[in-house]
């Protein structure tokens, strides 16, 4: 199986900003659709952003967008999420997640392979 780890989150007040990486194994990287979503205590997992194969199309959703720039480096097998003007509803687990065709989607359950998460605090 494809394994994924996150990196990059923790404490940070509103206004500030963090870069999260996702840390893919295997020589495949390339073949999949990244995303990032995102789950808050008592709140469903939600979509964040995602990137095609070849990192030419990426969608947010609205709530991040001016905000969060995703974007992927297939020769080091990682994909990025770049947060600007953090806020403190964006306090959440962050995941990283894989699917293995080439279309874009927004939702969870189509997505393959999944990272443990990294956590996001936004004080303030």
């Known amino acids: 199986q494809v394994h994924l780890v996150e990196s990059g989150g923790g404490l940070v007040q509103a206004g500030g900003s963090l870069r999260l990486s996702c840390a893919a194994s295997g020589r495949t990287f390339d073949s999949y659709v990244m995303g990032w979503f995102r789950q808050a205590p008592g709140k469903e997992r939600e979509f964040v952003a995602a990137?095609?194969?070849?990192?030419?199309?990426?969608t947010y959703v609205d709530s991040v967008k001016g905000r969060f720039t995703i974007s992927r480096d297939n020769a080091k097998n990682t994909v990025y999420l770049q947060m600007h003007n953090l806020k403190p509803e964006d306090t959440a687990g962050y995941y990283c997640?894989?699917?293995?065709?080439?279309?874009?989607?927004?939702?969870?359950?189509?997505?393959?392979?999944w990272g443990q998460g990294t956590q996001v605090t936004v004080s303030s």
């Open positions: 997640a894989g699917r293995r065709t080439a279309v874009v989607v927004s939702t969870p359950r189509a997505y393959d392979y």
């Open positions: 990137i095609s194969r070849s990192g030419g199309i990426t």
